[in-house]
C-alpha cells in the first residue's frame, strides 16, 4: 500500500543538495517518488509502507552529510523494574520508528518517528505485553540543532576575524596569534564544510560546501606556507565568519517563512469541556469523539468542527476563513475547530474530529502543496546541479589565466570566484515564495493543494463561472408578481409545500395562513381547494389558458387564471464586484450553465457578463472549458467536477459537494466570491516575486562572477556578497505574508 510521507531533512545548504537527497530516498528500497523542497527543507515521499525503512534512508542520508529529523514523542514509563534494551529494540523495530531510548531512572520513553508512518497502537500492544505503561508528556519543543550550531560558531568566528581583521589593519603583526586564532575558525568553526568537501569528494558530488571550503582553505593553506610572514590568515577567518553569518541569518529568515503554517498549526486548542450526565469536565483534545457535547465560553476556541445546539454568540474566524469581522452563531449554525468564540457561551455537538475537521485538511493539504515542486522551481534545481561544477571550472580557468599573467593575484582572484558564487539564491527563488504565500493564502481561506495552483492563476485569461450556486444562491426567489392578491393565494396554497419554489412563494408573503386541503402535484404544482400553482403544464391540465413566460408559475382560481409568479434564482450579493474586478484585472468572464438561454441571459445581464453558454449539459462542460484554455473554472456541483478537472486552474466554492472540492486545485474556505478574486492577486503577486528572485539570483552570478575572475573582488566582499544573496531572495518572499484581501 503506497503511502504519501513527508519528513523533515537536515544538513541542506544549497540548492545542489535537493537532486543528492531526492537520489539518494529513490534508492532507497520502498520510495516510489521523492521531491525534496529545500527551503522547506522537507522530503516529501510516496513509499510502500511494507518495505520502507526510515532507519536505511537515514543511515544512507547520514553518509552524505544529511539526517531525518524525525518528530519526537515522549512519554512517563511505570512499571520498569529490569533492563530496557529489549524493549527499546523491539519498539525501535516497529514501522516509523527511527529510535527509541528509555530512561529508567527518569522513567522516561522517548521515540523519535515518522509522521505518516508511525502507528501509536502497535507499541501500546508491545508495551503492554513489557508490563509498562505509558502517558504522553507534553509535546517537546523542537529544539533546531542546526540553527543553533550555526549561531554558536558564528559568535566564536565573527569576534576572532574581527581580531584578526584589526590586527591587520593596524600592521600588527604577531604571527603565533594569528595562526592560533585562524586555526580555530577553519578546523573548528568551518569544520562542517571541510568535512563535507570530503564527503563530496567520496560521491563525487560537489556543492557550496565544497565552494566554501576550497576558498578558505586556499588562504589558510597559503599563510602556512608563508609562515611566519603570511598574509591571508584574516582572509580566511574571515571568509568563514562571513559565511556562518549569512547561513544563520538564511536559516532564521527561512524558519520564519512557515510562520503561517504554525500559526494554524497551533490554533488547535489542548483540551474540550466535554458535558458528560450533566457533568462538565476537561478531556484532552485526543480523546474527543464525533457526537460529543462541549461547551465552548467567551475566549475559548472551538475545540472541534460542529454545530450550535444551544446558546448564541460570535466566533472569529478569521485565521481560517480570512474573514475579519466575528460571525453570529445560533443554535443550527456550523461552527469550525480552531476558531475563537468571543462573545456568549455555546454548547456544540460535534460532527468531525481529529484528522477529519477543516483545520486538519487545511494543514494536511497546505503541507502536501508546500512539498510539491512547481515547474519553474524544478528548472531551478536542474541548474543547481550542474552550478557548482561550472563554478569550479571557472575558478580552475581563473587560476590557471592569472598565474601566467601575475601570480600574485592568482589566489586571491581564485577565492573570490568560489566564494561569490551562490546556488543557494536560485534554489531558494521559488519554493521560499510558495511556502510564504501558501500559508498565507490559508491563513485567508484560500486552499492551493499543489505548488502549481500557486502559479497557475497567473497565467489564465478566462474564467468560467458556473451559474447555479456558485453565481446564484441556488435558491429560487420571488422576482415579481402579477398583483399583491394573486402572491397571497399563491402564498395560501404553498404554506404547506415542501418544494424549495413553494417554499419561496410562501417565504414571500409570511402573514398569509394556509389554505386547508393542500395537494402536491409532483413535477407539476399544488392545489387548495379551487387554487392552483404549478407550471404551465399544470394549467392546461386544468383547463386554464396562460401563455408562455420562462421562470414563472401561474396562479388559477378554478378554470380562471388569476396571474403569474417570476421565480428566479437571484444572484449572490457579492457576484456583480467580482465578476467587475476580474474584468479590470484584464480576465474574460464566461457563465456556463445548463439553464436555458432565457434565465441565463438575466442572471449575465444583471452581472455584466457579456459572454454566455447556455443549455450545456453537464458531460459537455468540459469540452467547453477547454475550447477556453487557458482558463480557470469556478463551480460546487457534482456536475462541474469535470469541468474544474479540466481547466488549467479549478477552483470549487466550499459549501459544495466533495467531488467538485476534490477535483479543483484550489478550494474557497467560506467567505464568498471574492477569494476568486482575492486566487489571482495572490498568484500574481507572488509570480512577481519568483521572477524577482530569479532575476537578483542570475543577475548577481552572471555580474559578480566576471568581475571576481579579472580580480576586481577581494575574497572578503565574495564571501559577504554571497551571504547576502541568499538572505535577500528570502526576505523578498517574506513580503507575500503582508498579502490582504481586497
Known amino acids: 500500500m503506497a503511502v504519501k510521507v513527508s519528513i523533515p531533512v537536515r544538513g541542506m545548504h544549497c540548492a545542489a543538495c535537493v537532486l543528492t537527497i531526492e537520489e539518494t530516498a529513490r534508492a532507497s528500497p520502498g520510495v516510489l517518488r521523492a521531491d525534496v523542497n529545500f527551503a522547506e527543507e522537507t522530503a516529501s515521499l510516496d513509499v510502500e509502507a511494507e518495505r520502507f525503512d526510515p532507519r536505511s534512508l537515514d543511515r544512507a542520508l547520514r553518509d552524505r552529510g544529511y539526517r531525518l529529523h524525525p518528530q519526537r514523542l515522549q512519554f512517563h514509563v511505570t512499571g520498569l523494574d529490569g533492563p530496557a534494551e529489549r524493549v527499546e529494540r523491539d519498539l525501535a523495530s516497529l514501522p516509523g520508528v527511527l529510535a527509541a531510548q528509555i530512561n529508567a531512572a527518569a522513567q522516561a520513553l522517548t521515540l523519535d518517528t515518522v509522521p505518516g508512518l508511525f502507528d501509536r497502537a502497535p507499541a501500546d500492544a508491545l ?52 595562526l592560533a586564532v585562524a586555526s580555530v575558525v577553519q578546523l573548528w568553526a568551518g569544520l562542517h564544510y571541510h568535512v563535507a568537501l570530503l564527503r563530496g569528494l567520496r560521491h563525487l558530488r560537489a556543492d557550496m560546501n565544497t565552494l566554501v571550503s576550497l576558498g578558505s582553505t586556499s588562504a589558510y593553506v597559503y599563510s602556512l606556507a608563508q609562515f611566519p610572514h603570511g598574509r591571508y590568515f584574516e582572509t580566511s ?34 483540551t474540550a469541556t466535554v458535558v458528560c450526565d450533566g457533568r462538565e469536565s476537561a478531556v484532552p483534545i485526543a480523546e474527543v469523539r464525533p457526537g460529543d457535547l462541549v461547551v465552548v465560553k467567551p475566549g475559548e476556541r472551538v475545540p472541534a468542527d460542529g454545530a450550535v445546539e444551544s446558546g448564541a454568540g460570535e466566533v472569529d474566524e478569521s485565521m481560517i476563513t480570512g474573514e475579519s469581522l466575528p460571525v453570529k452563531r445560533a443554535p443550527g449554525d456550523p461552527v469550525i475547530g480552531g476558531t475563537v468564540n468571543r462573545f456568549g457561551a455555546l454548547r456544540v455537538r460535534l460532527s468531525a474530529t481529529g484528522e477529519r475537521t477543516v483545520l486538519a485538511q487545511i494543514l494536511r493539504a497546505v503541507r502536501e502543496a508546500q512539498g510539491s515542486k512547481s515547474p519553474a522551481q524544478r528548472i531551478a534545481d536542474r541548474w543547481a546541479s550542474i552550478f557548482v561544477p561550472l ?40 519554493p521560499t515564495a510558495v511556502i510564504v504565500a501558501t500559508g498565507r493564502a490559508a491563513q485567508l481561506g484560500l486552499l492551493l493543494k499543489s505548488a502549481e495552483m500557486l502559479e497557475a492563476p497567473a497565467r489564465v485569461t478566462t474564467v468560467v463561472f458556473d451559474k447555479t450556486g456558485t453565481l446564484t444562491a441556488g435558491r429560487p426567489v420571488v422576482r415579481s408578481f402579477t398583483s399583491d392578491e394573486v402572491l397571497r393565494a399563491a402564498a395560501s396554497v404553498e404554506r404547506s409545500s415542501e418544494h424549495p419554489i413553494g417554499r419561496a412563494i410562501a417565504a414571500a408573503a409570511p402573514d398569509v ?28 391540465i386544468l383547463d386554464v389558458k396562460v401563455d408562455d413566460r420562462p421562470g414563472h408559475v401561474f396562479v388559477a382560481r378554478g378554470s380562471t387564471l388569476l396571474g403569474s409568479i417570476e421565480i428566479a434564482d437571484a444572484p449572490r450579493e457579492d457576484a456583480k464586484p467580482v465578476v467587475e474586478a476580474l474584468r479590470a484585472r484584464g480576465l474574460r468572464v464566461v457563465m456556463l450553465t445548463g439553464d436555458d438561454r432565457a434565465t441565463a441571459g438575466r442572471v449575465a445581464a444583471e452581472l455584466g457578463i457579456d459572454d454566455v453558454r447556455a443549455e450545456v449539459m453537464p458531460p459537455d462542460k468540459a469540452a467547453e472549458v477547454k475550447k477556453l484554455r487557458p482558463a480557470a473554472m469556478v463551480g460546487d456541483g ?31 474556505v467560506k467567505g464568498g466570491l471574492r477569494k476568486v478574486v482575492a486566487a489571482f492577486d495572490l498568484s500574481r503577486a507572488a509570480r512577481r516575486v519568483m521572477h524577482q528572485n530569479f532575476a537578483w539570483a542570475f543577475g548577481y552570478n552572471a555580474l559578480l562572477i566576471p568581475l571576481a575572475a579579472l580580480g576586481l573582488l577581494h575574497p572578503m566582499m565574495a564571501a559577504g556578497a554571497m551571504a547576502l544573496s541568499s538572505v535577500t531572495v528570502v526576505l523578498n518572499s517574506l513580503r507575500l505574508r503582508r498579502f490582504s484581501l481586497r
Open 513 to 540: 395562513p394556509a389554505a386547508p386541503g393542500f395537494e402536491a402535484r409532483p413535477g407539476l404544482g399544488a392545489l387548495a381547494g379551487d387554487l392552483a400553482v404549478g407550471s404551465r403544464a399544470f394549467m392546461e
Open 237 to 270: 577567518a574571515m571568509i568563514i565568519a562571513i559565511v556562518l553569518l549569512g547561513r544563520w541569518m538564511e536559516l532564521r529568515a527561512r524558519r520564519g517563512t512557515r510562520q503561517a503554517v504554525r500559526a494554524l498549526a497551533e490554533l488547535a486548542p489542548k
Open 638 to 668: 457534482i456536475n462541474d467536477a469535470p469541468a474544474l478537472a479540466a481547466a488549467d486552474v479549478g477552483i470549487a466554492v466550499a459549501g459544495g459537494t466533495d467531488v467538485a472540492i476534490e477535483s479543483a486545485g484550489i478550494v474557497l
Open 391 to 430: 563554478v569550479l571550472g571557472i575558478a580552475a580557468a581563473t587560476l590557471a589565466g592569472w598565474l601566467v599573467v601575475d601570480r600574485a593575484a592568482a589566489l586571491h582572484a581564485t577565492m573570490a570566484v568560489l566564494l561569490v558564487a551562490c546556488p543557494c539564491a536560485l534554489g531558494l527563488a521559488t
Open 127 to 178: 508495551l503492554t505485553r513489557a508490563g509498562l505503561r505509558v502517558e504522553p508528556i507534553a509535546a517537546a519543543e523542537d529544539a533546531d540543532d542546526e540553527l543553533r550550531s550555526i549561531r554558536v560558531r558564528a559568535l566564536v568566528a565573527l569576534p576572532a576575524a574581527a581580531l584578526l581583521m584589526g590586527l591587520m589593519l593596524a600592521r600588527i603583526h604577531l604571527p603565533w596569534l594569528d
